[in-house]
Structure formats: structure tokens, C-alpha cells
């Protein structure tokens, strides 16, 4: 790619001097001329221009292209078009030719005729924080603007805040538009390499989203996507926005673009189009189940739909106190992951009823935790209720629910690592198990469960006096957890859920 930049103060042209002092030290290696490419800015073309004279001067052959790829703007004006993340892509055919010994002249002469098919729109939720400066914009929270420079200035629309979807919709029909002077003439049959350009304050999640957005819209409209480059390529600072590229394309082009270069920050991309490759499978079928022996629909089919739609109902009214407990000792959301576990079950109980064999009910169970719940919790439940189904395949008695408790927390701690006291769920199932031990007793009745349920709420109140050895509490100090683990309370709140319906069915 280039040889040489010339380094100016922030948002500042580098002066004449360093870059004459660049062309010289070029020069001096044995270079038979030198390139320079420059964004199209006032500052930038006189600096570089009055250089470019004395160098030649000196007797030493330099060229220069002004590139100007925004297309922000419908009706040109005299200043001419702004020089932007394009230009990154004009290094790398500049560096590519001179790499294959074209000569000078016909470096210059191609490179200008790839600018003119190249385009270049910029977004962005806010300014960037210049160093000693104010923002030079604001914008509401509500707002986005739109096509605006590497500088830091205000762009040529200010648009209400939208999707990612819309807003790349927006932009790439700004940048194709016949209407818009500065268009580029993107149609149905196009190829073209995308390039999507963080301005320095986004995250790659944050890219990722933009870039799958921005090849989705492409080839809904038809057009090839030859190569997509996501990244940093040219930044304005800490701005949260992104700028689209589009630079139409031919095979020799390509090329191009595809050859071996060994500047660092340009990205490793599989030199194969974007269009075509398939970006997510189909899940494969599930595998057959065995019929449910016992017949749905009936009394303990019921019991089991009142049950679960207490459990949720319960899940549902302490979302803000578990999301309020899990801030202090976690990421906030454990009140938030139960609640979409329940909308989960309620979608699922809506569908028909559920299986009145508890072994194939729990198993239904983990499987849709796993895949709506989300974190650990829906991993940890899920384990628990896999495992805890396999003692009721055979028998449905006391002994074996008490059987299947057991395998249950034997699960967790297995995988999830977590023992009794560790300030997790863990603390009140286990409380719960050591009283359902008596269930394997003579005599076994619901009284044991009521006594069951007490124990653990008393262990999940008990959690917050304690000191937090697995989970992301374990990660802060022990002197900020003094409020009961949010997992533990709402363990023992689906214990109690459980209970009230068994009690009131009972009666």
C-alpha cells in the first residue's frame, strides 16, 4: 500500500515542509517517482500542491490525485466533492500497481478513473471529542446525522433515529440515486466491494450489525457484493458512527484489491464474494420422540398447566426486584432472563397441553429453557430438569421426585461447579432436597414439601450473608453483596408457586 504519510496536528493539514521532507526521503531510496493521494480539502490541496512544486523543482518526478468520494451531497458544489474512507481503497490499488512495476503515469491515470466509480456516506449518533474543543454539533437523543465528514463537521441531513436496517436503506439509497449528483451508479447486475467503516467509536458488535444490514440491502437490489471489508479503516476520532463505501468493480480490479499486502491493519478477507455464501444453516430436524404413555389432557395435565401458569405468573411479578438484586452482585438482567423463561412456558402451554408424564414434561421444559432463557440460569435450569427427569421414566412416586431432586442438583454441581453456600440457586434447591429426602420414607406426605419450600427461602434470605464462590458475584467484593442472591429467591419463589397450587388443588 503506501510508502510514506505525513502526520498533520488533528483535523490539520500537515505542513509543506514534512511533506517535502517525505518526498525527499522517497525519493532518495531510488524511487523513479513519487504518488501522492490526497483527500479533496482545502488545506490538504495546497499544502500537498505547493510541495508537489518544489519537489519538482528538485527534479523529482511526483504526481498527484485528489480524491473526493463523498456522496453527501445532491448538488455539487465549487469545493468539489470530500475526500473519505474511499481513498483507503485507492491506496491499495496505487500500492498493488506500483507493486506489479507499472510505471507512474499509469498509476495516476487508473487510479483517477477508479475514483470516479467509488462512493462514500457517512452516520453518526453524535460528534467527536476534539481535544480542547466543544462538540462541533449536537444532536438530540432522537437524532442521527447524516453525510458527514472525517472532521468532526455536520452533515447534510439531520434524520430521526430509525433501525440499522432502515438507516443503511436510507443511506444506500442516498448514495445510488441518479437524482444525486454525486451518486454511485450502483444498479441490479452491479459488483462491487463494500466497505464498512467504523469512525472510531463503535463497537465490532455494533459493526457487525451495520455490515449484515448493508449486504442484505445490497443484494436485495440486485447487486453483487465481490468483497466486504469491516473495520477501522479511516476513524474521526471517537465518533459512534459508521461510513458505506461502494466501489464498482471488474476482475482486473479485483485483483487488485485481492493482492498480498503486508500493511497490518488492512483486513485478511477471503478473496471469494460475499453474495452467495450462506451465513446461517437451517437447524437440523429434531430426532423422534416417544409417544407420551400417559393421556394428555387429563387431571394431572391440568394439575401441571396450573402449576406452570402459577410458576410464570410468579417469574413475571418479580422481574424488577430479581433485575434490582442481580445490579448489585451481577450484569442486572436475572429478573429479566426468568421473565422471558416464562413467556416461554406461556407461549408453549398456548399451543396445546403439555405432556401429563413428568418425565417427558421436564424434558420438554429443558429443552425450551435452553433455547428462550438465554445465560447460565437457562443452562443450569436446563441441566437441572434434564437430569431430573430420568429417575421419573420408571416411577412417578415420592421417592422417585425425591430420586429425581437428587440427580437434578448432582447435575449442577457437576457442570456448573457451584456447592452449597457458594451464594447461588444452588442454596435453596439444596435446602429443598435435604428435607424431600424424606419423601423415601413410609408415610411420605405434601406437609414435607411445605416444609421443603420454607427451607429454601430461608437459604435464599441466608445467601446474603454470604460470600459468593461461583457466578459473576464471586468476581466483587463481598463488602458490596449484601442483599440475597437473586437466583436463590427466585429458585425458591418457583419452589412456592408449586407449593400453593399442590395445597390448593388438596383441599
Known amino acids: 500500500m503506501l510508502t510514506g504519510v505525513i502526520a498533520g496536528a488533528v483535523f490539520t493539514s500537515p505542513a509543506v515542509g514534512s511533506i517535502l521532507a ?21 488545506g490538504d490541496r495546497l499544502n500537498f500542491g505547493l510541495a ?12 498527484m490525485v485528489v480524491i473526493g468520494d463523498d456522496s453527501a451531497f445532491t448538488v455539487l458544489k465549487k469545493a ?80 430521526k433515529m430509525a433501525t440499522a436496517d432502515e438507516i443503511v436503506a436510507l443511506m444506500l439509497d442516498h448514495m445510488t440515486s441518479s437524482s444525486n449528483v454525486s451518486h454511485v451508479p450502483v444498479r441490479s447486475g452491479s459488483s462491487v466491494v463494500l466497505m464498512v467503516n467504523n469512525l472510531g467509536g463503535l463497537s465490532f458488535l455494533e459493526l457487525g450489525i451495520i455490515a449484515n444490514a448493508a449486504v442484505r440491502s445490497l443484494e436485495g437490489r440486485g447487486v453483487k457484493i465481490a468483497r466486504a471489508l469491516v473495520g ?75 402449576v406452570l401458569e402459577r410458576v410464570c405468573a410468579t417469574l413475571l411479578g418479580l422481574e424488577e426486584r430479581l433485575n434490582a438484586l442481580d445490579r448489585a452482585a451481577g450484569d442486572g438482567d ?62 412417578t412416586d415420592l421417592p422417585a421426585w425425591s430420586a429425581a431432586m437428587d440427580a437434578g442438583l448432582e447435575a449442577m454441581q457437576k457442570y456448573g461447579k457451584a456447592a452449597p453456600g457458594d451464594r447461588t440457586m444452588l442454596d435453596s434447591l439444596w ?36 460470600e459468593a464462590g461461583a457466578g459473576r458475584a464471586s468476581y466483587i467484593s463481598s463488602a458490596r453483596l449484601d442483599q440475597p442472591d437473586p437466583g436463590a429467591v427466585a429458585a425458591a419463589a418457583i419452589l412456592r408457586a408449586i407449593l400453593e397450587v399442590l395445597q390448593s388443588q388438596d383441599a
Not at 508537489?52 to 504526481?63: F, H
Request: aromatic share 2%; hydrophobic share 45%; charged share 20%.
Open 334 to 395: 436475572c429478573g429479566t432472563t426468568h421473565s422471558c423463561a416464562a413467556r416461554a412456558i406461556q407461549g408453549w402451554l398456548k399451543e396445546g397441553p403439555p405432556p401429563a408424564s413428568p418425565a417427558q414434561l421436564l424434558s420438554k421444559l429443558a429443552l425450551l429453557l435452553l433455547e428462550k432463557m438465554g445465560g447460565s440460569s437457562g443452562a443450569l435450569y436446563g441441566l437441572f430438569l434434564t437430569a431430573a427427569a430420568q429417575p421419573l421414566k420408571a416411577k
Open 80 to 159: 468539489g466533492r470530500r475526500g473519505l474512507c474511499g481513498t483507503v481503497l485507492i491506496h491499495k490499488v496505487a500500492g498493488a500497481l506500483a507493486e506489479a512495476g507499472a510505471g507512474l503515469e499509469e498509476i495516476t491515470d487508473r487510479v483517477s478513473e477508479v475514483a470516479k466509480a467509488m462512493g462514500t456516506l457517512g452516520v453518526s449518533l453524535s460528534s467527536c471529542s476534539v481535544p480542547g474543543s466543544k462538540p462541533t454539533f449536537e444532536l438530540s437523543a432522537d437524532e442521527v446525522e447524516l453525510g458527514l465528514g472525517i472532521h468532526g463537521e455536520a452533515g447534510v441531513h439531520r434524520i
Open 232 to 306: 477501522t479503516f479511516m476513524s474521526a476520532l471517537d465518533m459512534p458512527g459508521i461510513s458505506l463505501t461502494l466501489l464498482l468493480v471488474d476482475e482486473p480490479l479485483l485483483k487488485l484489491i485481492d493482492a498480498e499486502t503486508t500493511a497490518s491493519a488492512w483486513p485478511n478477507v477471503a478473496t471469494v464474494s460475499a453474495t452467495g455464501r450462506k451465513r446461517c444453516r437451517a437447524a437440523p430436524a429434531k430426532p423422534l420422540e416417544a409417544p407420551d404413555s400417559t393421556a394428555a389432557g387429563g387431571a394431572a395435565s391440568k394439575q401441571m398447566v396450573l
Open 431 to 466: 435446602a429443598a432436597g435435604q428435607e424431600l429426602q424424606a419423601w423415601k420414607s413410609p408415610g411420605a406426605n405434601l406437609q414435607i414439601l411445605s416444609k421443603a419450600v420454607k427451607s429454601a427461602e430461608a437459604a435464599a434470605e441466608a445467601t446474603r450473608n454470604m
Open 52 to 63: 508537489r512544486e518544489q519537489a519538482r523543482a528538485e527534479g523529482i518526478p511526483v504526481e
Open 22 to 42: 517525505a518526498i525527499r526521503a522517497v525519493a532518495q531510496v531510488g524511487t523513479v517517482g513519487t504518488l501522492l493521494i490526497v483527500k479533496n480539502y482545502t
